[in-house]
C-alpha cells in the first residue's frame, strides 16, 4: 500500500517558528557581544568583526541583520528596547487621566527608561565626535522624544489641567529639557543621586512646572 507524501505545508509552521527563534537568538547575541565591547573598547574601538567574533556568527551575519555599527548602537538606545516593565508604564501612562499621576509617571519612565543604558547612552554623547554620522541619530531620537513630550503636553492643555498662562510650546521646552539625559547624567552619574531620589524630585518638579496647583 502506497503512503501519501508528506505534506511540505505541515512543515512549515514549525520550521518557521524555529527559524524565528533562531533570528531572535542571533539578534540578542550580536546585541549582547555589542553592549560588552563598547563598554571595554569604546565605540571608536570596536569593530564588525570583532563583534562578530564576540557574538559567534559572522560578519556578514552582522551586516545583514543590522548593516552597520551604528544601527547597532541605535538598535541598543531606541524606546523599542526598553525593557518590558517601561512598556507597561507606558501603556499605564496613556491610560491614565489624573494629571498628577501622569507627571509622576513620566518621572518613573525617565528613570526607567535611563537607568540600564547609562553606558549606551553615554557612548551615544560622545561618540558622535569621532564618528559624525551618530550627531544624525541624536537628532532622531530627540526630535523623537520631544515629539512624544509634546503630545503629554497636549492632553494637559485639552483637558485644562496645564498651569495658567504656560504656552503649550514653552511647556512642550520644559518637559523635554527636564527628562532629557543630561539632567539624568549630572545628577545621577556625576552627583552620585540614588534614581529614586531622583524620580522623587523629578516628579514634584514636572508637578510645579507645568501642573494646574490643586484647589485650596
Do not use: C
Not at 67 to 79: D, F, M, R, T, Y
Not at 111 to 118: F, I, S
Not at 161 to 167: A, C, E, K, S
Not at 169 to 196: H, I, K, N
Amino acid at each position: 500500500m502506497e503512503h501519501a507524501p508528506q505534506s511540505s505545508e505541515g512543515k512549515r509552521p514549525y520550521h518557521s517558528r524555529a527559524r524565528q527563534r533562531q533570528a531572535e537568538e542571533t539578534r540578542r547575541r550580536i546585541l549582547a557581544a555589542t553592549r560588552e565591547l563598547f563598554a571595554s573598547r569604546g565605540y571608536a574601538g570596536t569593530t564588525l568583526e570583532a563583534i562578530a567574533e564576540q557574538a559567534l556568527v559572522s560578519p556578514k551575519t552582522i551586516a545583514a541583520v543590522f548593516g552597520s555599527k551604528h544601527a547597532i548602537l541605535a538598535e541598543v538606545v531606541h524606546p523599542d528596547a526598553f525593557g518590558p516593565h517601561v512598556q507597561h508604564l507606558l501603556d499605564e501612562l496613556r491610560a491614565t487621566p489624573e494629571p498628577e499621576l501622569r507627571v509622576a509617571l513620566v518621572a518613573q519612565i525617565t528613570r526607567q527608561a535611563y537607568e540600564p543604558l547609562v553606558l549606551e547612552l553615554e557612548l551615544l554623547r560622545t561618540a558622535h565626535a569621532v564618528a559624525p554620522e551618530l550627531a544624525e541619530l541624536v537628532r532622531e531620537i530627540e526630535t523623537r522624544r520631544r515629539q512624544n513630550q509634546g503630545r503629554l503636553v497636549a492632553y494637559l492643555d485639552e483637558h485644562h489641567m496645564l498651569r495658567q498662562g504656560l504656552p503649550v510650546e514653552e511647556a512642550t521646552d520644559v518637559l523635554w529639557t527636564l527628562t532629557s539625559y543630561d539632567l539624568y547624567r549630572m545628577l545621577v552619574v556625576e552627583q552620585s543621586w540614588e534614581p529614586v531620589r531622583y524620580e522623587t524630585w523629578l516628579a514634584q518638579l514636572l508637578t510645579q512646572q507645568l501642573l494646574q496647583p490643586a484647589a485650596g
